[in-house]
Every structure is written in C-alpha cells, then in structure tokens.
C-alpha cells in the first residue's frame, strides 16, 4: 500500500521540484559532438550492460583521445568488466598517467595510510584553472571567511571562483564499485568535448579520490582473486583498515584513521563546495537526503541543498526510464560522525550515493523484497522485483547520476557559491545574535590533559579556541584567566553546536540509523558552560595559534614522586615507559605536603630522575616530590603481559581498544580466537583483553564455520600479497570452540585477569563462565548509542581509581542488560533448552558445561601477593599474610558502576525508551574466580574515538590486574559460614 506523503516532505520536495522544474539539464549536448568515439570502448560497454535499461547518453560510449590513454588501452579492460577488480595501487598509476598526458589534470597525495600507502585526489578542470588552482583556492577560502571578506568582495568571488565538488570512494572495502567506475569517470571529464562535459570542466573544479581505505581496498582485491584462481572459499574480509572495518565512516568526530585526518586537513585547506561519498547499499541507487529528525543543528540551507541536488538526479534518471532511482527512506540526517559531514560540519555541501552492489560477478535474476520494490512516493520508479544485475549496470547509473549532479552544479555554480558564503556569514552571526553566543571549559579541571586533548582535536578540525586574559562573569558564568572560551561568531560554530549541544532524539521518529547521542563534553567526562550572552565576545581573550601542551615537570624535593590519579590517559603510558621503575598505587586518598590526593595516586620510589623526568616531560603529566613514603595502604602497580584476543568472525569493534592502547603505549600480544585451545594462555600473560565481536554467543564460540575440508588462510602469499595484517593464519575456521571457553576459564582460575565488554560479556555469562552475572533482552528497552549516567557504586575498586564524582557519563547501546546475583553457586543462568540455545560443530551448551565443570569447583584461598609491607606499601620487606578461605560464595561479583535507580535519572543525551528496564543494572562487575579476575563491562570504555572519558575505567583493569581486591569490603557473615 502507497504511503502518505508527510506534509513537511511534500513542501521540500514541492520547493526542489520547482527548481528542477526551472533549470532544465541539456543532456542532448552529449549527442551534438562531433568528437570521435572510441569503438571498441563503446562496444564493451554494450557488451558488459547485462540490463539495457541501466544506461543513459552519458555513459553509453566513450570519446577517443590521442594523446590520453583510455582505461581501455592502459588495463586492458573497462570499468565495469564482469569477474574483475583494480588494486588502488594500478588506479593510482592510471591516474598519474592523466596527469602526465593532459594539461586539465592534476594529481597529489594528499596523505597515508596506516600501512603506508598513499591517498590521493585527482583535480580536473579547463587547463587555466587546473593551471591556476591555488588562486581558485584562496578565493573559495575568502568565501568561507566573512570575517575578512566583505559582502562586495564576496559577491564579486561568487561571479568569478569555481565551485569545487569532490568525489570520494572506496571508504567501505567491500563495495567495488565506486572506485571502478571513477576510473572511468576521470578519463571522460578529462577529455570529453560535448557541451554537457565541458560546461562541468569549464565551470568547476573536480576532485576525485577513487581510494579512501587503500589498505582495505588492496585486501579485498587479494580476497576476491584467490576464490577466482583458487575455486576455494575466499578469506573473509575481517580487516580493513588497521583498525576497523565498516566504522571508519564513523570517524568524522573521533579524527583517529588517517583516511579521516586526510579528508579533514584538506577540506580546511581547500574549501569545497560539494563533498560527495560513494557506497554501495541500496537498490539501486539512493541519493542521499533522509528521512529526519535532521540535525538541529544544521542550516536550513543545507537540508534544502539536499534536497535540491537529490531532486535533480531522481528527475533526471526517470525521464530516462532507469528504474530505481530515489531518495528519503534510508537515512535520517541525525548524527554528524559520518565522512560526508566532514563538509557539513564546515558549512559545506556533504552528500552520498548508495548503489546496488558491483560485484563483480553477474548476478542473474537478483531477486529484491517487496519492501524495497513498493512504490513510494520518494520512490515513484522502484526496482524490479527481478532482475539480471552485473558490475556495468553499477557503473552505469552511479556514473550517470554523478555527471548529472556535476552539470547542475556547475550550471547553477553562483547559487552554490552563494550558499557557501551564506552558511558561513549566518554561522558568525547566530554567535553573535544567537541562543549561545560560547563555550567555556574551565582550565582548572582535574584531567588536564584529557581537556587538552579535547581542545587539540577541536583545532584540528578548524574550530578557533581562546584563553582569557583575565576573570570575567558572562550570562552567570564565571570565567577565570586562562580558561578556554570558544567564540560563538566563527564559521565553524556550526561544528562547535554539533558536537557540544546535548542531544534529544524523539522517540517517536523513524528508528536512528546510527549514534543518537555523542555529546563531546559527556564522552570526554569534561566539564563545559555554556554561555548564553553576547558580551563575553566583548572580553580581552587570545586565539590559541598551536596545540595546548602542558608542561610536565616534577615539584618540590625528595625520592618519592607522587602522581595523582587524575583520570589523564597519559598515566597508562607513565607506568609502561617506566618498565624498570618500582611503582605503586594508593588505595585510598590522602595528603601529603599539604595537597589532597585521589586514590589510585602512584607512588614512585626511588626512581632514575633522569629517565622520569624525561618521560614526565614527553607526556606533559605533573608530579610532586616528597621526603617520605605516605602513610597509605597501597600495591604494586605490576607492568602486566597483556595478550589482546579477537575473533576470526569480525574485527569492528575490537580496533578501538587497540588504537588506544597503541596511542597510550599499552604493549600486548595479538592473537586470535582459534590460538586459544592450544592451552598455556596463563604461563605467556597476566591480562587477556577480549573486546566485543558484535556477534551472537554462539557465534563467538563456533567462529568461522568448518565448513567444507578446504582451510580458509588469512596471510600473505603470491596470490594475496596484502593479507596478512595485522594477524594471520593458515586456517581461520573454528572459533574458540567449547576448549577454548574451558581455558579462558582456566586462565582466570589460575590469577589471571579477563577483560571484556558487549558481545563477550554475553557469551561468558551465558555459558556460565561468569558465574552470578546474566544477561537479558528487555522487550520495552530501546535505546541506540546514547549517553546514560553512570553511579559509581564501588569508589574503592581500583577499577575507578582517578574518578573521584559518584557519577560520570557513559556510551551505551542497548546491550548487554547485566543482572548481578548476590551469592550462590551453580553452572550460571544459561538455559539448555532455549530457543535457539544448540550450537552447531557440535559445540552444546552442556558440553561447555562439562568443560568448564572442573574449574567451577571451590576454590583454594589465594595467598597473599609478596612484597606487602605492614603499612600495606609494597615498598617494604615481604610480610607473608593469609587471607579467610572457605566455600564459593566468599568470591561474589562485585558491581562497581551501575545504572541510577530512577529511570528519569538515566538518559543524558540521545534516545532512550524503556529506561526503567535498566535501573539499578550493573554497568561494571568485577567477577573474582579462583586467583584472578573477570572485569566485565555493560558500558563500552573505548567507543570510537570519543569516549576518552571512560578510557580509564579500562586501564585501571589493566593497572591494578593483580590487586583488584583492594578496598573489597568483606563478605557477610552469612556467606562467610557458608549458610
């Protein structure tokens, strides 16, 4: 059945159809050359085309060149050749190759890869402005600073600059097509000489980078082959990038991939009109405009933008008949973490393609769901219900699409210049006039460097960042000198309202198709005012011209050097570049030389000052030197062997505990899933850190299927030279099987500590590995990556040491929902006959039972750690201590953090529905068992690049892994007899 139009739809797109209506596109242009064609070209493109209604003039032959090599003549092949891909490496030498024969284009990296590899663009234009580019440069930065320009100039810059429209692809590995087709498209915009192309090259400067994760590209190339040459099963792709896989166009607030860092430092340098991504996962082809709730925090003029340019192409491919061409119903518009947004958040123009997939093996009779065939009003031409699908059709209707967007562009390029200009001049005066006119971050805060980080990061991203000169009060706010004031009346204070606005996601829109709360300032765990008062622009204030770099330096007098946990992430990295020194940590606060310090404070005594004062200054931490050792109880900060377990399933989420790890020089052993059942993980490690797979369960426990007598490699070789990193093996099947849960079980028993969080906490709970912790599914939550109030319930685990508020922010996104049992004893809360509960390969639940059976007997009491001196100092000569043994129940699960116990008081920024479900639920549960630890997490501590607030609820674990009973208040009486 045909759904309504919503009536604020129907006026955007009443408004985008008249003005598509008034600016009609000439494609017959294409038709008027006389240039020559290229025939075989032209013949192979027919040839390829497995649908002919997936084709338009523009794409349906190609000119000749004599001078420019053709795709054709340089691989052998077109864009669109059906069982074949390019590596980003052979793109590059094509267009290089342009640049080298054609004075309308030119080529530049403009960054690397985390493997090394280059990231490019590839400018193309009439030969004066490609000859000219910095002085096209200078004039669309002049329009994105109406500070400087004024409103004459800018008009007189909107006649004469040229809208710059940059194409990006290939961020998501797997999706071929982009990359392929832009092979192509370079070529044609280059040496094309129809009046539909030459308006595009004459009016506009292009930009394209065919490659954004060159790494992961390389990698899907290699997979892709060694199933063609081999007829094996192909390696799955379960590294893109270094870091992550699909969650690098997740990285537009975070700024931690370098493909991210990339696009971010040359859209500050170059001022694009249009930022354009290309994917792959819509049929067949969605131009991105969204459904709502839209940002609030976006120019009216930018929303309409999209709908303006969106209308153009829908219009466009449907008086050609292609079929499945739309716009509205797939994304939202909500949260700004996405590459293209990059442009939006600098009062660009940030827009995407999703396209049905390239393949590049012909797809006969792809078969659709009704629910994507129907006819809509946003969908006036749906896809087929059945149809023959192969690469050329991909390369044929994205192509299409985008030469139409670029004609109208650069037909109507003064009113995108125009829009450009007034985002930019309406941004500084919604500073000036606006609800909030800046933002305050108090520098006296106890994270110092965690605040610095967070300003960098705002700079790096072109936000304008200054300290007052002097104390001030604006709108009740008191600012004191050398606080940080973040103007409102800048351009990129739309940027600045996007991220440190708190979000209110309505529940009763369409469901958010990602994050719908990420409140810097809450996800960073920073205090910031905000300042609803114009005069605070009227205050004597300096513009910060580099980084804020805290000075490290080491106070006062004598051989033991206090380090207050203050939350900075940069203390993980004091204790591991001070290998060698004895260090400790305080297990509850205390003052010495007249200052307070929290607990967890580490204790160095008698350290080499050269070497930590070295390190001290490197890191930019404070310290203070006194006489003596303080009157606390404290214990060794022991430097752990660290081995960090991922699966062979998926390796998405677990890429964010590894950059931080790698940022904060955290040292640990990679290494996979199917390594577990080999045994002896206690004898190599202290922790083993298993983040989330973001699989089921059971899919955890049985990984790749053994499907089939054929191993399934992950590593370099002849036929895939870019495999192999950062983990490999000659055969990836069989997960960790119920002997490798029987060993991490064994592992812990033995003093070892187990860290995870999201889908690893469900599997150890629900095959009773955990004992006392379940899970559940509540039906009436809903939540989907949203800020919730975390209370410390436990201030003296060293699991929040350096917290020293009752309560903090946290990221949560619905799962999992922890219960906590109080004592007992039994084989966990899974149950054998749920549905769904068997597992296949033979892995059952009660087989897991009977593996881990033996480690759940009653434990041994654990001795003492050595070294314990009477004051509780692991300073002083060893003092052999026994500690109480007995039954089970004395090693309970001990909750550290949980949600509030009011449903109102959970939600800090995003959606919740449901909130009730989820009071008085644990967020953190430190799990004793036999000698050692499971330390298990409901929140996510490392999400992204943004949550470096929580960062340290993870390297507490990691710190105190030996000692996590300290503060453990005893067990009751009751437990303790055993009753």
Sequence with gaps: MQKLVPATCLAALAIAMLSTATATLAAQDVATSSQPMDAEYGKLIAQHLVDKRFSTELVDHMPASDTVPSPLKFFGRIPGTPGELTYAKDIERYYQELA?????????????????????????????????????????????????????????????????????????????????????????????????????????VTFITPVLEVDGREKMVDTYYYGKKTGKPRPPMVYWGKYVAHDNNRDGMGQYLKLTQAITENVLEWHPTVLHDLHEAQSYLYVSTGTGPYNPSLDPISSNEWWLLAETEVMEMAKRNVPGVFTYGFYDGWVPNYLFWIAQTHNSFGRFYEVQSYGPDVQKGLKLAPTVTSREWYRANPPLPSIDWGPRNNTNIQESALLFALNRVANDREIYLENYWLKNKRAIDAGRTGDVNAWVIPAAQNAKLNIADMINELRHQGLEVSTANSAFTAGGVSVAAGDFVIRGDQPYRTLADMYLSVQNYPAANPRPYDDTGWTMQYMRNVDLKTVKDPTILTQPMTLLTADVAPKGVITGTGSTILFNHTGDNELVALRFRLKGAKMAAAEQPFEAGGKRYAAGTFIVQNANRAELDKVVADLGISGEAVAALPAVPSHALTAPRIGYLHSWLRTQDEGWWRAALDRYGVPYTYFADIKVRDGGLRQKYDVIIYPTVGSSARDQVVGVAMNGPDAIPYKKSAITPNLGTPDSADDIRGGLGQDGLAELKKFVQAGGVLIGDGSTVEMLADYGVAQGVAVSEPSQLFTKGALMRGVITDQSSPLVYGYQNKEMPIYFSANPVLSVSAGGRGMGYFDPNAPGARLSQNVTPNAVMEKIAPFNATPAAPAAPAGIAENGSPFGSALPTSRTGGAAPTQLPRTVMQFPAKADNILLSGLLVGGETLTNKALIVDVPDGKGHMVLYAMRPFWRWQSQGSYFLGFNAILNWDHLDAGKPAAPAAARSGD
């Design 100 to 204: 080298r024969t054609s004075k309308r284009v030119k080529l530049w990296t403009v960054g690397k890869t985390e493997e090394g590899r280059d990231i490019v663009v590839l400018a193309i234009g009439d030969e004066a402005t490609i000859a000219n580019l910095d002085q096209n440069k200078a004039a669309l930065a002049a329009l994105g600073d109406p500070r400087k320009t004024s409103e004459a100039q800018a008009r007189q810059l909107i006649k004469t600059a040229k809208p710059l429209y940059w194409i990006t692809s290939g961020i998501h590995s797997p999706e071929t097509g982009g990359p392929e087709m832009l092979i192509e498209l370079a070529y044609r915009l280059a040496v094309e000489e129809s009046p539909f192309i030459q308006k595009i090259r004459n009016n506009m």
